[in-house]
């Protein structure tokens, strides 16, 4: 049993005989532009439960059920297995390979020989076949650093598409919501139209009011009949949307609950001097589509570099009498030392291409960086200027209901012209009707910060 270990150590010595990996080590970048990377990724505590702080059931029950259903998160996640896979091949690939054979022959007439005519002739082989790449240049080393942040990636990526589907799940329940809310509003302005119309009516026919002032009742009936189409296009086209993200025909889903638009108790907290970007997955992705680049460029270079690989046999070969015995006994190693020397000019375009790639990735982290600041900064001050407009709001539907309220009492008691009642009234509809849009618009833009910070900005209920 000597030979066996000979060819064991032998195949050891020359796997453990590599150098260093070629092409450059990989250092994250720390900063772009004026904008600190000082940290790495972390996953936002309430990156999977932010739209809690909502208390909305019908919300929470749409998010599990994307969440469990949604077809792109399947295909992410499926990507992640993928590239895991790929990663744990590229691993194995350092080491050994080989397998275990037996077969047996058995022929007759091995030539056209008259001595060979009638002789036959049987044998047998079994044993162990091994093959192993020396990897002198860090080739499967840098393939399999390549292949880890691949794998990272994809991890990082379904996080991501995590998040982008929650949010789209908010912001379309939102747009069914806001579409219901105006939709409700539409039809309380298009009954209080038709009362106003019927007393007009009957004035018209008693003679004290003439057929001018119908018209322009008329006329505002009409407008609102004409709105509703479109609030009913906007809630069908958001339920639709909805049941696409939970992979569920629309006439399955039910949205129970009242026509109102889901709110927070207290203001988002947004901590001074932290660093956000930590919790962008998107950002974290394109990071580590860098770094696999980096990785690519020493698989490149390793190919300028004479590569070692060895095989060998360890077992047994036939023998005149089948038997099993040292005289069958064999063993074999062959190492192969190979240089792409003659596809100099090929190799050193391939090296060019994987540092241009490399240069490529880093210009798309630094874009995702400075686009995810500016997605950060926008979405707060857009969601700062909504709170002004929706308090605005609140205050211009407030004291139009007090001035139609007062309007009204005038036109009973005979000191105010229809016509002025009209215009009031037209001013408190206009007036409901934009309130119902900007409170839509306002949760809209706080799903945005949500779905631009990662879910990152935890509500707390107040002490």
């Given at each position: 049993m000597?030979?066996?270990?000979r060819v064991?150590?032998?195949l050891m010595l ?6 260093c ?6 250092q994250a ?8 990377l000082?940290?790495?990724?972390q996953?936002?505590?309430a990156?999977?439960s932010?739209w ?6 019908t ?11 949604n077809?792109?998160?399947h ?15 590229s691993?194995?690939q350092?080491w050994?390979?080989g397998?275990?054979?037996a ?13 060979d005519?009638?002789v ?5 082989n079994?044993g ?17 650093q ?10 990082l ?6 998040l982008?589907?929650?949010?789209q799940?908010?912001n379309?329940?939102?747009?069914y919501?806001?579409a219901?809310?105006?939709l409700?509003c ?9 009362q106003s ?9 008693a003679?004290?009011a003439?057929?001018f ?8 009936i ?30 399955e889903?039910?949205l ?8 927070l108790?207290s203001?988002?907290?947004?901590a001074?001097?932290?660093?956000y ?7 974290a992705s ?14 490149a270079t ?5 590569s070692?690989s ?8 036939s023998?005149p009498?089948?038997?099993l015995?040292?005289?069958s006994?064999?063993?074999s190693?062959a190492?192969?030392?190979?240089w792409s020397?003659?596809?100099w000019s090929?190799?050193k ?7 241009a790639?490399?240069?490529?990735q880093?210009?798309?982290f630094?874009?995702?960086v ?6 950060m ?19 211009q ?5 007090q001035s ?8 009973e ?5 229809f ?9 408190l509809?206009?007036?409901?009707d934009?309130?119902a849009?900007?409170?839509?618009a ?6 945005e910060?949500?779905?631009s ?8 209920q107040p002490g």
């Amino acid at each position: 049993m000597h030979k066996f270990t000979r060819v064991a150590v032998a195949l050891m010595l020359t796997g453990i005989v590599s150098a260093c990996a070629v092409g450059p080590d990989y250092q994250a970048p720390d900063n772009v532009s004026t904008i600190e990377l000082t940290t790495s990724y972390q996953t936002a505590d309430a990156v999977k439960s932010w739209w809690q702080a909502f208390e909305d059931e019908t919300l929470s029950s749409l998010i599990e059920l994307a969440l469990t259903e949604n077809r792109s998160l399947h295909e992410a996640l499926a990507n992640v297995r993928r590239a895991q896979a790929v990663f744990s091949e590229s691993g194995a690939q350092r080491w050994p390979q080989g397998s275990v054979s037996a077969g047996y022959q058995a022929v007759e007439n091995t030539s056209l020989l008259d001595a060979d005519d009638g002789v036959q002739l049987r044998g047998f082989n079994t044993g162990l076949s091994l093959n192993w790449d020396a990897d002198l240049a860090g080739k499967l080393v840098r393939a399999e650093q390549a292949a880890l942040a691949r794998a990272e990636q994809a991890d990082l990526l379904w996080r991501d598409a995590q998040l982008q589907v929650i949010s789209q799940v908010v912001n379309s329940y939102g747009q069914y919501r806001g579409a219901q809310i105006r939709l409700v509003c539409a039809q309380m302005n298009l009954a209080f139209l038709q009362q106003s119309r019927d007393v007009i009516q009957a004035q018209v026919d008693a003679g004290t009011a003439t057929t001018f002032e119908l018209a322009q009742i008329d006329t505002q009936i009409h407008r609102v009949e004409t709105d509703i189409p479109s609030m009913r296009i906007a809630q069908a086209t958001a339920k639709r949307t909805l049941a696409a993200l939970v992979a569920r025909q629309a006439d399955e889903l039910e949205l129970g609950g009242a026509a109102s638009l889901p709110t927070l108790r207290s203001p988002l907290p947004v901590a001074q001097g932290e660093n956000y970007l930590q919790y962008r997955p998107d950002v974290a992705s394109a990071e580590r589509a860098l770094a696999a680049s980096v990785a690519d460029i020493g698989v490149a270079t390793a190919s300028l570099y004479p590569s070692l690989s060895v095989s060998g046999f360890l077992g047994f070969l036939s023998s005149p009498g089948l038997a099993l015995n040292s005289a069958s006994q064999s063993w074999s190693i062959a190492p192969t030392l190979q240089w792409s020397g003659l596809n100099w000019s090929a190799v050193k375009a391939q090296v060019r291409a994987s540092n241009a790639e490399a240069d490529a990735q880093l210009a798309r982290f630094e874009q995702s960086v400075i686009e995810a600041v500016n997605d950060m900064d926008l979405s707060l001050q857009n969601y700062q200027f909504s709170r002004e407009q929706l308090a605005s709001a609140k205050q211009q539907f407030k004291a139009s209901q007090q001035s139609a309220s007062i309007a009204r009492i005038r036109y009973e008691e005979g000191s105010l012209e229809f016509l002025q009642l009209l215009d009031t009234e037209r001013e408190l509809i206009a007036s409901r009707d934009q309130l119902a849009q900007i409170e839509q618009a306002h949760f809209l833009r706080l799903v945005e910060v949500y779905r631009s910070f990662s879910g990152a900005l935890q509500w707390q209920q107040p002490g």
